[in-house]
T-cell receptor, first 117, second 115 residues
Framework: GAGVSQSPSNKVTEKGKDVELRCDPI?????LYWYRQRLGQGLEFLIY????????KSGLPSDRFSAERTGESVSTLTIQRTQQEDSAVYLC???????????????FGPGTRLTVL | SQQGEEDPQALSIQEGENATMNCSYK?????LQWYRQNSGRGLVHLIL?????REKHSGRLRVTLDTSKKSSSLLITASRAADTASYFC???????????????FGAGTRLAVHP
């Protein structure tokens, strides 16, 4: 079937505005992850969903960041009152679970490039 | 602190040469994975090696794992210009309390293969 998709592919916004990023995981993948990648750097874990619940939100950088997942499928990452330091590529990944552990191969979407002016 | 750290940060070679990238980590792991990223977009899974494995091959890729040294290497043989990309290692730390664990990515190695 189709891979992980993300929308929009690019988003330019003004400082202080809210943005919403969307991720459609592979059908049947219980685990869903959001990462942030600043230019030239590695992946920074933001949040993990198992089904519709988020057992690990430890990576969210501030209370301006939130995410939800509905129907064990689509997830949205919302950034309120965006700041210039939020500029990055936001990547979503999904995977299956094995024995309740989410350490399988992750399948990544193409990312959303967010630019905050 | 970073769990997986790759070196070198950047590597430039000629087509046909072999490319070796290394990854070090800090905690005990269930498995270690290597991913490739083109042009700063989505990552593609290359290979997974479990903690009880020492070496694994996939096409021109060879991965080794030394759990005593907490290190892994990725070797790309007979490199091609199309191998130009960033390569990341990701570790799955062991957890004992049940539930899930997550992959922790390193900062990556930028590989440039020149024709």
């Amino acid at each position: 079937g189709a891979g992980v998709s993300q929308s929009p592919s690019n988003k330019v916004t003004e400082k202080g505005k809210d943005v919403e990023l969307r991720c459609d995981p592979i059908s049947g993948h219980t685990a869903l992850y959001w990462y942030r990648q600043r230019l030239g750097q590695g992946l920074e874990f933001l949040i993990y969903f198992q089904g519709n619940s988020a057992p690990d939100k430890s990576g969210l950088p501030s209370d301006r960041f939130s995410a939800e997942r509905t129907g064990e499928s689509v997830s949205t990452l919302t950034i309120q009152r965006t700041q210039q330091e939020d500029s990055a590529v936001y990547l979503c990944a999904s995977s299956t679970l094995l024995g309740g552990r989410a350490f399988n191969e992750q399948f990544f979407g193409p990312g959303t490039r967010l630019t905050v002016l | 602190s970073q769990q997986g750290e790759e070196d070198p940060q950047a590597l430039s070679i000629q087509e046909g040469e072999n490319a070796t990238m290394n990854c070090s980590y800090k905690t005990s792991i269930n498995n270690l994975q290597w991913y490739r990223q083109n042009s700063g977009r989505g990552l593609v899974h290359l290979i997974l090696i479990r903690s009880n494995e020492r070496e694994k091959h996939s096409g021109r890729l060879r991965v080794t794992l030394d759990t005593s040294k907490k290190s892994s290497s990725l070797l790309i043989t007979a490199s091609r210009a199309a191998d130009t990309a960033s390569y990341f290692c990701a570790t799955a730390p062991i957890i004992f309390s049940g539930g899930y664990n997550k992959l922790i990515f390193g900062a990556g190695t930028r590989l440039a293969v020149h024709p």
